[in-house]
């Protein structure tokens, strides 16, 4: 058994020396392969995860922009990459679609404006934003969908309790412009289990989260709340929630919540909406994932992952495989195993996260399965979220109320 001193991070070396699997897949031409997805942390393979990228239709995608009514949002400042003293460009992270550097603005005296695109307010200063570059080639589109359902989402009152702020397409680079938010919940996560590692084992704290139990609680209600407004409010189904994926905003010290120290003193922002899908009833089923998505195996909820839905193609999210994914992404911030099932190779995290209904008992196989007792107000959160029949599982809204109790 491994000790909380050295957790056992078998299963998914995702380093630059990882070689993809590749499963051939019926659509379009696909391949299901997981790429390197090197997240949080710079240069920290450990704080890594692959993705799945299933089918590629770019010129599907781009139709899909077109034809959508509304014109992404565009950023028409200039943009400089920040560089550290070695002239490195300085990143924010990397996915398996792009770059997101640490970039500043210039106001652009020559303002050039695209035919009936709302331009964003040009500014008067410099400022730091994240800027997300593509990576590869067939990542343009995907970049240009997930600009346009961040224009969308970014028009919906109480985004800014919930989404990653945007600021922008930038056409130059073809790179979304966002208000920099430098912490992933990955990278918390991460650093609450170093934290406790250091500390040494403790009776009084092994049956906690690692973050302690009431900041645990309000991150779940705050995070549950979000998908609820996600889903309900904004019609969107994220598609590829863990931890990588959410972004961590300080609360204001005007806050009265941040004055509590049961309080998890950040606003979890929803992040990454390359794999997002629009089921608002004005624009119905439409999305980036009609052309290419990514995921995240044990993220990512049973169903989408079986081999049957793999081989017929029909491996859109939902709004229960979204849950799903916020109930993993719970529990790893729960045991601060980032990579959910450590001590497993790449095939066996694949077959554990088919079976993902069972992602408790094997979190208990873990050395850190203590913090998730049977029982105990963890399991009560989870366990309806994460039911092998999609059908079963808690209705969001249902959701929020056991969170709030
Ligand atoms: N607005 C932001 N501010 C700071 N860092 C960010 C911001 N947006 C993203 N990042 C960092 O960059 C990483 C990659 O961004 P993102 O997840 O959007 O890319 P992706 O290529 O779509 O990833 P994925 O592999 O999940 O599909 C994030 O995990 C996060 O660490
Ligand atoms: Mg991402």
């Not at 490195?88 to 009936?116: C, H, L, Q």
């Not at 979000?226 to 204001?252: C, F, V």
């Not at 719970?330 to 209904?357: H, K």
């Not at 203590?370 to 029949?389: H, M, W, Y």
Request: net charge negative; glycine share 6%.
């Amino acid at each position: 058994m491994a000790t909380t001193s050295s957790p056992m991070h078998l299963s998914l070396e995702t380093n630059h020396k990882t070689q993809p699997i590749a499963i051939q897949t019926p659509t379009s031409g696909s391949s299901l392969t997981p790429p390197v997805t090197p997240i949080g942390k710079e240069n920290d393979p450990k704080n890594t995860l692959p993705d799945l990228l299933i089918g590629a239709n770019p010129a599907e995608t781009s139709a899909l922009v077109k034809r959508n009514n509304c014109t992404p949002l565009r950023f028409t400042d200039e943009l400089e990459v920040c560089s550290d003293a070695e002239e490195r460009p300085i990143e924010f992270g990397r996915g398996a679609w792009s770059i997101v550097y640490k970039a500043r603005s210039r106001p652009n005296a020559t303002v050039a404006i695209a035919i009936n695109t709302p331009p964003s307010s040009p500014t008067a200063t410099t400022r730091v934003y994240a800027m997300k570059s593509p990576v590869r080639r067939d990542a343009r589109p995907v970049l240009q969908a997930e600009a346009l359902t961040l224009t969308r989402l970014n028009l919906i009152p109480g985004y800014e309790r919930y989404v990653v702020p945007f600021h922008g397409y930038h056409t130059p680079t073809e790179s979304l412009v966002m208000s920099a938010v430098p912490l992933a919940l990955s990278t918390y996560i991460e650093d609450q289990a170093d934290l406790m590692r250091k500390r040494g084992p403790s009776t009084a704290t092994m049956f906690d989260p690692v973050q302690g139990s009431e900041p645990w609680k309000n991150l779940a209600l705050k995070l549950i709340s979000g998908l609820e407004w996600l889903h309900k409010t904004a019609g969107i189904i994220h598609g590829d929630i863990k931890p990588h994926n959410l972004l961590l905003r300080p609360m204001s010290p005007d806050d009265e919540l941040s004055a509590s120290i049961d309080a998890f003193p950040y606003e979890p922002l929803f992040a990454d909406f390359s794999s997002a899908l629009d089921i608002s009833p004005e624009n119905g089923r439409d999305g980036n994932q009609s052309s290419m998505s990514a995921f995240t195996p044990p993220f990512t909820a049973p169903e989408l992952l079986s081999l049957a839905s793999l081989k017929s193609g029909d491996v859109d999210p939902t709004p229960a495989s979204d849950v799903f994914s916020l109930a993993a992404t719970l529990v790893a911030a729960a045991t601060g195993d980032l990579l959910l099932y450590p001590g497993s190779s790449n095939m066996q995290r694949l077959a554990m996260a088919r079976d993902g209904q069972r992602i408790l008992e094997f979190t208990r196989c873990g050395s850190n399965g203590s913090r998730v007792p049977r029982n105990g107000f963890v399991e009560k959160l989870i366990q309806p979220a994460i039911s092998k029949d999609p059908a079963q599982r808690i209705d969001i809204s249902e959701w929020v109320t056991l969170a709030s109790v």
